[in-house]
């Protein structure tokens, strides 16, 4: 969606280097998400925040951690404890009146 | 029993076809749900919200049935470009879950001439 931008759209990391993904927003909405996506598979989640200063670990937390220090911004950083970081990341935004989920583009993280 | 479950695809239709997709959940306090589309190598994107009444956009029908615990997507005269991976999505409220909306893994959808 064009009011949500995700960098770096592709990433190559070494085994064991943290990585930092970013995800702002300029749609004005409380609560935003990350997921992951691996290949043939559905979205799952991993952290979402509701409001600032504030964020939920989802089904798949470990080895990644957020913040949530402004409504734009939701930054995901991939630590060196996530055993199989390869995958495609996705940022989104809940409009509250709908419900409805608004993506980013994703970034693509490939760990060699 | 997963919490959102979907058809095992993939589905393979003429155009012109009609095909429906069910998609089951666990929580039978859950208040939303929703149906994306997702192409090759690209983010989800809305394709309708599912309304207690059922709603339609189109060739698209959403409808839900609460008591059976699934919502389905109907797809009439298929075309080439409907081919994408259909998912659901539904909002498991309640207590710490609220806000947490989960994914089913996905249906794909090939369309062929």
């Known amino acids: 969606d064009g009011g949500i931008t995700q960098s770096p759209k592709y990433l190559f990391r070494k085994e064991g280097q943290n990585v930092t993904l970013s995800c702002e927003q300029n749609?004005?909405?409380?609560?935003m998400y990350w997921y992951r996506q691996d290949p043939g598979q559905g979205l799952r989640l991993i952290y979402y925040?509701?409001?600032?200063?504030?964020?939920q670990k989802g089904d798949i937390a470990e080895g990644y951690s957020v913040s949530r220090e402004k409504k734009e911004s939701f930054p995901l950083t991939v630590t060196s404890a996530q055993k199989n970081p390869t995958a495609f990341y996705l940022c989104a935004v809940r409009d509250s009146p709908t419900g409805e989920l608004f993506f980013g583009e994703g970034s693509r993280l490939t760990v060699l | 029993r997963k919490e959102v479950e979907q058809d095992p695809g993939p589905f393979n239709v003429p155009e012109g076809a009609t095909v429906a997709f069910n998609c089951t959940y666990s929580?039978?306090?859950?208040?939303?749900f929703f149906w994306y589309r997702q192409d090759c190598r690209k983010e989800p994107k809305l394709l309708m919200s599912?309304?207690?009444s059922g709603n339609e956009d189109g060739r698209f029908t959403a409808q839900l049935n609460r008591a059976s615990q699934y919502i389905s997507l109907l797809i009439r005269d298929s075309k080439l470009s409907d081919s994408a991976t259909y998912l659901c999505v539904v909002n498991l409220a309640g207590g710490t879950s609220y806000g947490k909306l989960t994914f089913g893994q996905g249906t794909i959808l090939t369309v062929h001439p």
């Open positions: 749609l004005n909405h409380d609560a």
């Open positions: 599912v309304y207690s």
């Open positions: 925040s509701q409001i600032v200063n504030d964020f």
């Open positions: 929580n039978s306090a859950s208040q939303s």
